[in-house]
């Protein structure tokens, strides 16, 4: 199978000494939905900034069929889309839609091309009619979705969220959620938010101190209550992963 | 709302009708418009007060096309007139010359004609660049600017700044809910040190952001220049609107200033 993301032996040290990745092996298929799990500092953020070489450590990293040290930065940028955190950072442009179409146009897009892809990339999240608003006058939960479709808009092989539900209340995280699990895309969910990775990816990785000390279903790795203990990971009071996973199955078949 | 911040960054946007002639031109026609008002008025002096009345009245017309009210053209003017009008206050007092007796207040006449004229050029200049704003979304404004060459860099800050007044002055009024909900009430000058306390992480705060915000626009293929989503068009109407402001005041301007 060929893969969108194929890590192997990936080292990043900060310039003040600190480890961020250290010895990271990850191999994610076309379609793949996977959540990157870890405790603070683990090095997810790291991780995800190196798939956009934003960050370049040891090792070799293949991305969307790219060599992220030996392409062209742009291509990789074009193909890798990265959601951030604080959709503060991402909205800079004074309007919607002129955020939605930055990304385009940087790509080389024309205005008219760039204009349609604005209007589907707001349309896939549902906040065509907030085009000509300035993102402060949106709440937290539109302004993420924005920020989600300021990378559609690109027409990313891979996505790459960071702590998409952050901060959310209830009802705009499950919004969001039943959002993410309309588009058909390669994900790479990174959150602290387990049901929510749950919900959203079959397969789940663990991340601790900057290397992948779990992979496998997202559902079994939340049973392992030893493993979640080990890294600081903690299910909600109540939340039971067998109880979903049956879920899963009974809506699947 | 209860804090100064965010009752005057309300007070921007467009407003009056949008549908106006005046708010449908081109920006580039409105910012020069605009600008050679504030050029004639302030270029003016005091003894040809005819060109002063006629650039008010331009004015006045322009706000009555755009519907834009005489509320809210005080409103968003009082942020700004009364700090210029009180340093003019004081011009009567302090002049010398021909006095005038005013009650119990002695009063200097060149002093007064200079009170005068810097007031009324102030609110040329303030009403001018008011009614811009209330007509012009401020993207449209910087979209204007770019394309009449302003040095991109400084329209870029200028972006950046409008965009993240708003998440700043939220964090300015998160951290003195903050304060106030800790008992910070100051009663002399020493306890104001949290004040530059909250002012020091409030830059450290935006230093980060930045680097975030520019992180981000790598992310997005960002390579040294924002490429924009649609033209502006310059039309009839815009080339229209600047022959009737130049038209109009600037043969006044010039014949005031020759038959004088």
């Known amino acids: ?253 | 709302m209860s804090l100064g911040c965010a009752h005057s960054l309300n007070a921007t946007g467009v407003a009056g009708d949008p549908a106006s002639p005046v708010h449908r031109l081109d920006p580039r026609a409105k910012i020069a418009g605009f600008a050679g008002i504030t050029v004639v008025g302030v270029s003016t002096p005091p003894r040809l007060w005819p060109v002063l009345v006629a650039c008010a009245l331009a004015l006045a017309a322009i706000a009555a096309t755009a519907r834009v009210g005489p509320g809210l053209v005080w409103a968003r003017a009082r942020v700004v007139l009364p700090l210029v009008v009180f340093v003019a206050v004081f011009l009567p007092f302090v002049r010398g010359g021909e006095q005038v007796e005013l009650g119990p207040l002695s009063l200097s006449e060149e002093g007064l004609s200079t009170f005068a004229s810097v007031a009324s050029k102030a609110a040329i200049g303030t009403v001018s660049a008011v009614l811009l704003g209330a007509t012009t979304s401020f993207p449209d404004v910087l979209h204007g600017l770019e394309r009449m060459r302003a040095p991109r860099l400084l329209v870029l800050i200028a972006a950046f700044m409008y965009r993240y007044l708003f998440v700043i002055a939220d964090e300015a009024r998160r951290m003195r809910v903050a304060l106030a909900a800790r008992g910070y009430r100051p009663r002399h000058a020493l306890q104001a040190a949290a004040i530059g306390r909250v002012a020091i992480s409030l830059f450290l705060r935006t230093y980060d952001r930045a680097e975030r915000v520019y992180v981000a626009m790598l992310a997005r293929g960002y390579a040294g220049s924002t490429p924009r989503l649609n033209a502006l068009v310059f039309g009839r109407a815009d080339v229209l609107f600047l022959v009737v402001v130049a038209g109009a005041l600037l043969p006044l301007r010039v014949l005031a200033g020759v038959s004088s």
């Not at chain 1, 959601?83 to 385009?104: I, K, N, Y």
């Not at chain 1, 008219?112 to 707001?122: F, H, N, Y």
């Not at chain 1, 997202?218 to 979903?244: K, Q, V, W, Y």
């Open chain 1, 1 to 253: 199978m060929s893969c969108v993301i194929e890590a192997r032996g990936l080292r990043f040290r900060y310039p003040n000494g600190v480890a961020g990745l250290d010895g990271v092996d990850l191999r994610v298929g076309h379609g793949e939905r996977v959540a990157v799990l870890g405790p603070n500092g683990a090095g997810k953020t790291t991780l995800m900034l190196h798939l956009n070489g934003l960050l370049a450590g040891e090792g070799e990293l293949a991305v969307a069929g790219l060599d992220v040290r030996r392409d062209d930065a742009r291509e990789l940028r074009a193909r890798v889309g990265l959601v951030f955190q604080d959709p503060d950072d991402q909205l800079f442009m004074p309007t919607v839609r002129e955020d939605v179409a930055f990304g385009p146009l940087n790509l080389g897009a024309s205005p008219e091309a760039a204009a349609a892809r604005v209007v589907e990339a707001l349309g896939t999240v549902r906040m065509g009619h907030v085009a000509d608003r300035a993102p402060h006058q949106l709440s937290l939960g539109q302004r993420r979705r924005v920020a989600i479709a300021t990378v559609l808009a690109m027409d990313p092989r891979l996505l790459v969220l960071d702590e998409p539900s952050a901060s959310l209340d209830p009802r705009a995280r499950r919004e969001l959620l039943e959002m993410l699990a309309r588009i058909d895309r390669t994900m790479l969910v990174v959150t602290h938010d387990l049901p929510f990775a749950a919900e959203l990816c079959e397969r789940a990785v663990v991340l601790s101190a900057g290397r992948i000390v779990a992979d496998g279903r997202c559902t079994d790795i939340l049973r392992d209550e030893a493993l979640l203990a080990a890294h600081d990971l903690e299910l909600p009071a109540g939340f039971d992963p067998s109880l979903l996973a049956r879920q899963k199955v009974a809506a699947a078949a």
